[in-house]
């Protein structure tokens, strides 16, 4: 941009400003010179006159206190609920905002799953048992290794232990 430019921009703004500035003292001027018209008062004292008013009926209305809305209701306590295990649930034994005790059985989940793998663990608890005796006897004559008697005996603990974690999950 060149400096003749910038100087005629610059002039062009101020001159602008100043118009801003002095032009509600100039419509003053301009528009004085329409309201120095004489009036005169209206024939009869002002009579005659219309005069408009905005007037409504009252009328007689039953008035509710009802209110209606959109949204969500937030109770001023909640608790969430959280299972130890996962599953369908099968029976509540509580009602909607009612106090239950620390401890009680609130829900009872489907365990017919856990039935059914705790019956199958303990159908194979008395194979597991020959099995250790039969080792033990032949460890006994040194007719086989104390490594496979162990092995035996670590497989009949890992039974116990799965027929405890099932029972612990359906309790």
């Known amino acids: 941009m060149t400096k003749s430019v910038k ?3 610059t002039a062009a703004i101020v001159v602008f400003i100043a118009a801003l500035a002095f032009y509600p003292d100039i419509k003053r ?6 309201d120095e018209i004489p009036m005169s008062p209206p024939k009869g004292g002002g009579r005659n006159q219309v005069l408009n008013v905005n007037a409504e009926v009252v009328k007689f209305q039953t008035l509710t206190d009802k209110i209606m809305s959109t949204g969500s209701v937030i109770p001023d306590e909640e608790v969430n609920l959280s299972f130890e295990s996962s599953g369908k649930i099968t029976s509540i034994y ?3 905002g009612s106090h239950v005790s620390k401890g009680a059985l609130l829900a009872k989940i489907n365990d017919q799953p856990l039935q059914a793998q705790l019956k199958k663990l303990v159908a194979q ?7 250790v005796f039969r080792q033990r006897t032949l460890l006994e004559r040194d007719a086989v290794s104390q490594e496979a008697f162990e ?3 670590t497989e009949y603990d890992k039974l116990m232990a799965d027929i405890d974690l099932v029972k612990a999950n359906i309790a």
């Open 7 to 9: 100087w005629s921009l």
């Open 94 to 96: 509580f009602k909607e």
């Open 151 to 153: 092995q035996v005996q």
């Open 29 to 34: 001027k301009f528009q004085g010179s329409k």
């Open 125 to 131: 608890i008395p194979l597991a048992k020959d099995r």
